[in-house]
């Protein structure tokens, strides 16, 4: 195989066609095993760890360990962009640029194949980022643990920049988040008499609209937080009053306190509505994933970098609310994150999200002469 002898925008459609939940990407992993098979052996080692992959490049004189990550899961969106490679999943969809993810990430690997550095580089793909979460249990796994980098770092499309640019900071890039989902048990009946049950149709409509003061109403203003319900289901039919409702979302906030914060808030909503409502109520917070936390040194050096070489515009940037569970990679290890412009017409997490996929090559390209650069600079010094 040659340099540059993978086709990544035929490997980037490929994996676009096939979205699928966290951890159960197992078409995903075959796909990227095969794709991997393809390359010479010789210099690399490859290891499964439930649905992900993990991918050793030996280097030439390694000192050190250098990570790169990419994620591997879907979301249950509706693809609605129109594309002849559109996902196969009905219901399914890399909505969150996933693939984009994976194919750098198997860009990244081709080239030092064949332009071996003096670190090794472990590429990591890891599943289920958009839940459970699947950063903190590979970081946690005997596989991640024998390979663990010395520094870490990662991309995210983000479509509201233009191809050519990245955007980044130093310190807090992603909000912390915790999941939501609240259970409220009542009484069901016949629709005629309300009086003989407890309506739980009502009493979600309450709190749906009590949960929007938490953040408003609750935390300083120059602090950031949101509460977002994404799903609200009750009921069984048209005229049975509904014994049983169930809000999902998501909370986040930049700071920890905050988010501890709005979690004491929602449990006290939540008892108001068992007192008022007389029925019984569960929260269970899901999966929490901590902070981006981007080690200000690192991304300060990137930053400087990719400016003077590395062909793109960089955009510092504020933090966004968006959650990441790359942030336990860095709650451990030194490195960063960044926004890859990939100017989608719609936004992450919707139908119709279709990245350019021009920033590929782009990324690839930028990743590969940093890491290289970096190794070489670090053995230097
Ligand atoms: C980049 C991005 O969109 N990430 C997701 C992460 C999901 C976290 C978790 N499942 C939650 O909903 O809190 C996001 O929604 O920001």
């Given at each position: 195989m040659t340099p540059g002898a993978l086709d990544l925008q035929a490997i980037r459609r490929d994996l676009h066609r096939i979205p699928e939940p966290g951890f159960q990407e197992f078409e995903t992993q075959r796909y990227i095993l095969d794709v991997l098979a393809r390359?010479?052996?010789?210099r690399i080692e490859v290891k499964t760890w439930r649905t992900g992959v993990l991918v050793r490049i030996k280097g030439t004189a390694p000192r050190r360990v250098v990570g790169y990550r990419a994620d591997m899961d879907g979301l249950p969106v509706e693809e609605?962009?129109?594309?002849?490679?559109?996902?196969?999943?009905?219901?399914?969809?890399h909505a969150c640029g996933h693939d984009v993810h994976m194919t750098v990430a198997l860009g990244v690997v081709e080239h030092f194949v064949h332009h071996p550095v003096r670190d090794d580089l472990v590429v990591v793909f890891q599943p289920a980022e958009e839940g459970p979460g699947g950063a903190l249990p590979m970081r946690e796994s005997p596989e991640f643990s024998r390979w663990k980098p010395d520094w870490i770092i990662a991309l995210h499309v983000a479509p509201e920049y233009p191809v050519g640019t990245i955007a980044l900071r130093e310190g807090t890039l992603f909000a912390g988040t915790s999941e939501l989902f609240i259970d409220l048990i009542g009484q069901g009946g016949h629709?005629?008499?309300?009086?003989?049950a407890k309506d739980m149709a009502v009493a979600a409509a309450h709190l749906l609209v009590q949960?929007?003061?938490?953040?408003?109403?609750?935390?300083?203003?120059?602090d950031a937080g949101v509460v977002t319900i994404g799903r609200m289901e009750a009921g069984t039919k048209q005229n049975i009053i509904a014994e049983r409702a169930r809000l999902e979302g998501t909370i986040r906030a930049l700071s920890t306190e905050s988010l501890s914060q709005m979690k004491e808030r929602i449990e006290a909503l939540v008892r108001g509505i068992e007192e008022g409502f007389s029925c019984r109520a569960t929260i269970d917070y899901g999966a929490n994933y901590q902070q981006v936390y981007n080690t200000p040194d690192l991304t300060r050096e990137f930053m400087d970098w990719a400016a003077r070489e590395g062909g793109v515009t960089v955009i510092p940037c504020e933090p966004a609310m968006t959650g990441e569970d790359f942030g336990y990679f860095l709650e451990t290890i030194p490195g960063f994150m960044f926004w890859l412009g990939v100017d989608s017409p719609e936004g992450l997490h919707?139908?119709?999200?279709?990245?350019?996929?021009?920033a590929i090559d782009i990324a690839v390209s930028l990743l590969t002469r940093y890491f290289t650069w970096k190794i070489e600079r670090d053995a230097a010094v």
């Open positions: 390359l010479p052996a010789s609605a962009t129109g594309l002849a490679f559109r996902s196969v999943r009905p219901g399914y969809m629709a005629a008499f309300p009086h003989r949960l929007q003061t938490v953040v408003a109403r609750n935390l300083n203003p120059l919707s139908a119709g999200m279709n990245p350019d996929e021009r």
